[in-house]
Every structure is written in C-alpha cells, then in structure tokens.
C-alpha cells in the first residue's frame, strides 16, 4: 500500500505543476500569457498587422504599441513557462493522461487497503483456528493415552481367561479320562454277569484272563495308568 502511494505521488505532483502552469498563463497584473513562444509572436504579429492595415486613430495605435511592449515583456516568462511545461510533459505525458492515471491508480490504491484489512481479519481467524487446533491436540492426546491404559487392562482380562479356559479344557479332559475307564468297567462288569448268568464258565475265564493281560501291560507301560489306578484305589473322583 505504500509502494502504490509512491508511485502515485509523483503522479499528482506533475499534474499540480500543470495546473500551475495553467495559472501561470497570467501575469501579476491580471494580463494574458500565452503559452509559447510561438503563440506569442503570432499574437504581435497580428497588432502589428492592424497597426499596418487598418484604420486606427492614434490613441489606439498608441494602445496597441503598449500592449505589443507589454507582451514583449512577457517573452522571458513565456519561454521558461514552455520549457517547464516540455519537461513535465516529457516526464509523466499530457495532463489528460496524468488524470487517468490518477484516476485508475486510487481505486487500487483503495482496493489494495481494503484487502490489507482483509487480510488482518483472515489473521486473526488463523490465530484463532491454530488455538482451537492446539486445544483439540491436547485432547486427543488425553484420549490416547486412556485408550492405551484401557487396552493394557484389557491384555491383563483376555490373558487371565486364557488361563481359566486352559484350566477348564485340563479338567474336562480328565474327566473324560475318568468317565471312560468308568464306563469300560461297567461295561465289563455287565460281560461278566452276564456271563455268570448264563453258567458260560469258559467264555467267563477267557474274559477274566484277556482283561487281566490288558490290565498287566497298561500298568506295566503307562505311568499315568498307574497313577490312576491308584487315585482310585485312594478314593479320588473325577469330575
């Protein structure tokens, strides 16, 4: 906005000198200036014509004389006038165009302050954006670190019952090692008396001698028969 301001203000410093040119263009004594050299010494020329040509008495020949002499004694100033005007002229170009440009350049200037106050409201909607950002982090980073103590938990629960059902599956199986010996051996005993019943005294020795030798070579091969053997023998249950 201060660059345009610059650039402006040479702008309408030549047009105030063209306008005091324009002034200028009347002596002190109210008297009219012309405004180059060359119109000043067409206007002495045609006096100087009526002078030659018409007829005037001698007062206003004599008028004439005078103000020939006083236009004459404007020359100086006509010529300096003129050099001025050539070098304002040269510099920013005629006085229409130094008012358009004037003219054009404001607005903007106008316009570009507008938008530098444009531009303070967008700052200050950042700042307050950028605040409500850094308040919603730290939220989140609260909620984080809740979420992350409650999966900790939540490891520490799930590990616990894989550890129970681990301990159920145990207890199952070995009380389906118990119902199977036990419903073998009701089984067996059922064989048997049937057996008895029948008077099958043969079929009944066959049938002692088979479950003995099983018997026999379980204990002899399986720990773990013998040590059911004798939880049951010790009055143990299974479940």
């Not at 444009?118 to 989140?140: F, P, S, W, Y």
């Not at 064989?191 to 479950?211: G, W």
Request: hydrophobic share 35%.
């Amino acid at each position: 906005m201060d660059g345009k301001r610059k650039e402006i203000k040479p702008l309408q410093q030549a047009l105030g000198k063209l306008r005091g040119l324009n002034n200028a263009n009347r002596d002190n004594r109210g008297g009219y200036v012309c405004s180059s050299e060359e119109e000043l010494n067409d206007v002495i020329k045609r006096m100087q014509y009526r002078i030659q040509h018409e007829s005037s008495t001698l007062n206003e020949e004599k008028q004439i004389i005078r103000e020939i002499k006083q236009l004459e004694g404007t020359r100086d100033k006509v010529i300096a006038n003129a050099a001025m005007r050539a070098e304002v002229q040269k510099f920013v170009g005629e006085k229409d165009a130094i008012q358009d440009q004037v003219k054009v350049r404001t607005p903007l200037l106008l316009y570009t302050s507008s938008i530098g106050v444009d531009l303070d409201g967008v700052r200050k909607d950042q700042q307050a954006i950028k605040a409500k950002l850094k308040t919603l982090e730290t939220e989140k980073e609260a909620i984080n670190n809740v979420i992350a103590s409650l999966e900790e938990e939540l490891c520490v629960v799930i590990e616990k019952r894989d550890k129970v059902y681990h301990k159920i599956r145990e207890l199952r199986n070995k009380r389906e090692e118990g119902n199977t010996c036990f419903y073998q051996n009701r089984s067996l005993l059922n064989d048997a008396r049937r057996l008895a019943a029948s008077k099958d005294v043969n079929a009944l020795i066959e049938l002692s001698t088979s479950e003995v030798d099983k018997f026999m070579s379980e204990w002899n091969s399986s720990k773990a028969f013998r040590e059911v053997f004798s939880m049951c023998r010790t009055g143990h249950t299974f479940i």
